[in-house]
């Protein structure tokens, strides 16, 4: 079992929580995620690591209620556990075994969308430990729903917030901000990474390849079993047909076909949108996740 050590509610219908999982925290590197159960019946849950402290043995998730299984994880206090708590899982960023001297040379530019701010956050802690600055742009939908905004001012070099309906911050889209960044306050960029919403994703890796900045996008938010079996997470990269969660998270933004994973969240939350997923794909379909027939 995996004690919690620490359950917070950060805004609504996003919950924080510190667990005691000693072995997952001794091995976590940014970028990587990691796959929590509450018990026998719940599901498991793909979640993108949000911090790690590997003197205390804790690692911290952040979540949304989505469905039945967030809800009952929201539900859940200090001094409860989970039942399995695996990783990490995933690749870890690309910077991480970048030559530091390198990197040191390179200006990245965050941009977090929502709850992205949660796989953000340890990323740009990574940089500010190694002594790199980096800027941030945070947006959200309203000031209520923006999150980590002190710890991610604590580690970013300059963190700019935006909202959609401008109740904080710079009102509009973090492209908006973005793209004032670059063609108005003339800053250089040699490498973007963004995360949050699909569609929020696309729209940046949109924006910055017309600014000719690399771009790197997670795609945790397709994922559904975590482990390559269930095809939730299959998308096409350039011209390769890749799977989030074994090949990821991380792809680059300028090569990922989004419509087509958009479409695909869509289709796998019906029986019968899975089940025509199943037949147009054939044996890179994976299955396995008892759902689609694919485990059979």
Known sequence: MYRILKAECLAEKIYLMEVEAPRVAKACQPGEFVIVKIDEVGERIPLTVCDYDREKGTVTIVFQIVGASTLRMAALQAGDAFQDFVGPLGNP????????????????????GGVGAAPVYPQVKWMKE?????????????????????????????????????????HGMVTAVVEDLVTEQKNHYDVCVAI???????????LT?????????S??????????????????VGDEVKFACVDGPEFDGHLV????????????????GRAMLKAQEGASHHGGCGHCGGDE
């Open 196 to 206: 949050g919403p699909v569609i929020m994703m696309k729209f940046t890796s949109l």
């Open 130 to 170: 190694h002594g790199i600055d980096v800027d941030v742009v945070m947006g959200s939908k309203t000031k209520d729903l923006l999150i980590l905004e002190n710890e991610m001012r604590q580690v970013a070099g300059n963190l700019y917030i935006t909202t959609d309906d401008g109740s904080y911050g710079a």
């Open 257 to 272: 076909n989004f419509d087509e994973a958009m479409k695909r969240q869509q289709m796998y939350r019906t029986q019968e």
């Open 219 to 236: 795609m945790n938010p397709i994922m559904v079993d975590g482990t390559g079996m269930c095809g939730a997470c299959r998308l096409t």
């Open 93 to 112: 960023s690309d910077f991480v075994s970048e030559d530091l001297e390198e990197l040191a040379k390179k200006k990245y530019l965050f941009v977090a």
């Open 209 to 217: 390849k017309k600014l000719g900045i690399p771009t790197i996008v």
